[in-house]
């Protein structure tokens, strides 16, 4: 097996995934990007995903390239052009975990931690009232259903 791979910068390295992974393909693909992990020596492994199509097979693939990349101190981002594929990784609550991004420039801000301007800050004017930093706002406990998974819940009671 033989994958694409190619250096964005010193510090990026990008593998390209361009056929769907199944269980005839599955471990030569995860030996391959493995392999590229230590010889290249990136802070950075972009796996671009060419494929609309990702099989639960990939995103256990993605989960364990990710796993052995944090092991080495590298950063792993991941490129899905296809909308399918965004939806897939969505629906399966991958985007954080795999810093999901459209568009290759995109995975590069997101593997150095950079999030994505909202369209409100790009659109604001300088002459804008700006929000009051965090440390002045008033603190705000967790968020969601599963924020507090301490306390048990039963159906009925708050």
């Known amino acids: 097996m033989f994958l694409l ?4 910068d010193a510090a990026h390295l990008v593998v390209e995934l361009g056929e ?3 269980l005839d393909n599955e471990t030569a693909i ?3 990007i493995t392999r590229l992990l230590p010889c290249c020596g990136p802070r950075a492994v972009i796996v671009h995903v ?4 990702l099989t639960p097979r990939a995103l256990g693939l993605l989960l364990r390239v990710r796993g ?6 590298v950063s792993l981002a991941v ?3 296809h909308e399918t594929a965004r939806q897939v990784l969505g629906a399966a609550g991958l985007n954080r975990v795999l810093r999901v991004a459209s568009t290759l420039p995109g995975a590069e801000s997101r593997s150095r931690g950079c999030r994505p301007e909202t369209e409100a800050s ?3 004017n300088p002459g804008d009232r700006q929000r009051a930093p965090l440390s002045a706002r008033a603190p705000r406990g967790p968020l969601g259903p599963y ?3 301490s306390r048990p819940r039963f159906p009925g009671e708050r």
């Open 79 to 81: 490129v899905a052009g």
């Open 68 to 73: 052995r990349s944090r092991e080495r101190g």
């Open 20 to 22: 769907t992974v199944d």
């Open 122 to 124: 790009r659109s604001r």
């Open 50 to 53: 060419r494929t609309p199509l």
């Open 5 to 8: 791979s190619y250096h964005l």
């Open 30 to 32: 995860e030996r391959e």
């Open 147 to 149: 924020s507090d998974a």
